[in-house]
C-alpha cells in the first residue's frame, strides 16, 4: 500500500521543495527545523477513476510536505468528516478521537507517515452534491501544534452512492376482465380471467419491483390462480388455489416504462352470494426493489382500475326449479270450465334475492275437457327466467260424469236416476249398439234439463248436458 503514496511524495516532494527554497529568506541555523511543518492526505475510493462515495471506504496516505519531523514525533488527525462508522491506522495506533502515528525515523521536507482507511456512514452527504473530506492534524514534536493537512486526491470529495430513482407513478396498473358468458360478462358461480398491464406513468419498472394485486370486492371472491407474463415472475399460482392476492415480480434485465405492457393474469372465482351489478374491486400495490444503502423506498397502495365486461358480475344465470306439480287428472264438471287445484312449484337461483313464479293456466283455473299443458316460468331478480310444464288432463268418461252428477245433484233420488242413465249407455257402448247408447243420454240429457233450477242450478245442468253431449256415440 506505500506504492502509490510514493507516488504523492515524489510530486509533492517537488513541490514542496521548489516552494521552500523560493520562500526562504534566510538559511536555517544550524540544528533548527527548516520551516514550517505541513502534511497532505491523497485518497483514493473504490469507484470510477478512485471515487469515494457514502458507505464505501476511502484509503488516504498521509505524508509530510514540508518542515522536520524528528524521530519519536506524533502526528495526530482529527476524526473525519462525513461522519465514518469507523477508521482504521496502519501502522496500527489509534486513539479515540482518530489515527495517531508515530515518527521513528527523522523525516525533513518529505516523507510517508502512515494510512488512514476511513468507512463513511451510508447516508453520507445529501443528494444534492458530494461532501469534501475534512480533518484537522497536530504535531507533537515534542510539543504539540495544528499544522496544516491538504486533503487532495479522488477520493478526497465523498459523493452520492445513487441518483435518486424515478419511481413509477399512480396508477401503476389497469385490469381487464372477461367472463365466461357469451358476451364476456361473468355471472355469480363464475370464473372471471383478468388481465393486468402497465398503466405506464413516472419511472420504469425495474428487476425487483412488485406489483401485488389483492381482492377488494366481492370480499368473498376468492382468487384461484396467478400467471405469469414474459417480464415477471409470481412463481404462478395453478389453478385450484384460494387466495386473496397475487404478487407479480418484475425479473427482466430491462427497464420497463410503456403503458400497456403486460404483467400477468389472475383467475377470480365469483360466489353465488353477489348481488347481481356488484362491481370487481381489487387494489394494487406497488413495492420498489430493493434500493441502495441510505435510499428509503416504501410501498405504495391504491385502487387498480379494473374494465372490460367481466368488471361487473352480470347475473346471465336463470333460476332452477326445485319442485313441479306431477301430471293430474280431474272429472271434468263442464265442456270447458273444469277447475283445477295444484300445489304451487318451488324454484331457487344462484343469486340472492326473491324468485318469482307463474303458471299458466294458474292454479283454481278452469280447464276443458282434455289434456292441458301447464307452463310455469321462473323469474329472479335480474330477469333471468326458466320454464317446466307439467299436464292437467280433464276426463269426460261415464263415469266421471256419474260422479260429477252425484256430486252436483241436490236430490239424491235424481242423481240416481241420472246415473242409472249413464251406466246403461255404457253398458250400450260396450255391447255394440250404439242406438241404445244414444236413446240412454238422450234421456240422460233430458232429465238433466229438466232439472234446470230444482235439483240443479240452470249452470249445472248446461255442463252436465254440454258433457253428456260429448259422450253421445
Known sequence: ????????????????????????????????????????????????????????????????????????????????????????????????????????????????I???????????????????LTQTAQACNPMCNDVPLRIDGPGSVVGTPYRPRYMPAAPFAYMVCTGPNPDGTVSETQVDTCLIYTAGFGGPYING??????????????????????????????????????????????????????VGSELLSIPSTVVPGAAIVQGVMFCPAPQPAGQIASCSTLPITITGAGATVIDEIPPTFTSMPPDMTVDATGPTDTTAQYPAPTADDNAPGPVSISCTPASGGTFAVGTTTVVCTATDVSGNSATATFKVTAQNTFDSLCRVT????????????????????????????????????????NEVEAQGDKSLTSQQAQDLAGLAQLLMP
Not at 456512514?121 to 445529501?126: H, L, Q, R, S, V
Open 406 to 445: 252425484r256430486a252436483e245433484a241436490s236430490d239424491e233420488g235424481v242423481a240416481h236416476s241420472l246415473c242409472v242413465k249413464l251406466q246403461g249407455a255404457a253398458d250400450a257402448v260396450a255391447a255394440g249398439d250404439s242406438a241404445a247408447a244414444r236413446g240412454k243420454v238422450g234421456a240422460y240429457i
Open 1 to 112: 500500500m506505500r506504492g502509490p503514496s510514493l507516488g504523492w511524495r515524489r510530486i509533492l516532494f517537488a513541490l514542496v521543495f521548489g516552494t521552500t527554497f523560493a520562500l526562504a529568506a534566510t538559511p536555517a541555523a544550524a540544528g533548527a527545523p527548516p520551516g514550517p511543518i505541513t502534511l497532505s492526505m491523497s485518497c483514493t475510493g473504490p469507484g470510477p477513476n478512485g471515487t469515494v462515495a457514502a458507505g464505501q471506504t476511502d484509503s488516504c496516505g498521509v505524508d509530510l510536505t514540508g518542515g522536520t519531523l524528528s524521530a519519536g514525533s506524533i502526528v495526530r488527525l482529527s476524526p473525519p468528516s462525513p461522519s465514518a462508522t469507523s477508521f482504521t491506522c496502519s501502522p496500527p495506533v489509534q486513539g479515540a478521537q482518530g489515527c495517531s502515528f508515530l515518527v521513528n525515523s527523522t523525516l525533513t521536507f518529505h516523507g510517508f
Open 209 to 262: 419491483d412488485t406489483l401485488t394485486i389483492a381482492r377488494g370486492a366481492p370480499t368473498d371472491a376468492t382468487i384461484t390462480a396467478c400467471g405469469d407474463s414474459p417480464s415477471t415472475d409470481t412463481g404462478a399460482v395453478a389453478a385450484g388455489a384460494v387466495m386473496t392476492s397475487c404478487a407479480y415480480r418484475f425479473s427482466t434485465s430491462a427497464s420497463i416504462s410503456a403503458p400497456g405492457v403486460f
Open 114 to 132: 502512515g494510512w488512514e482507511t476511513i468507512q463513511f456512514a451510508p447516508d453520507g452527504p445529501t443528494q444534492g452534491g458530494g461532501a469534501s
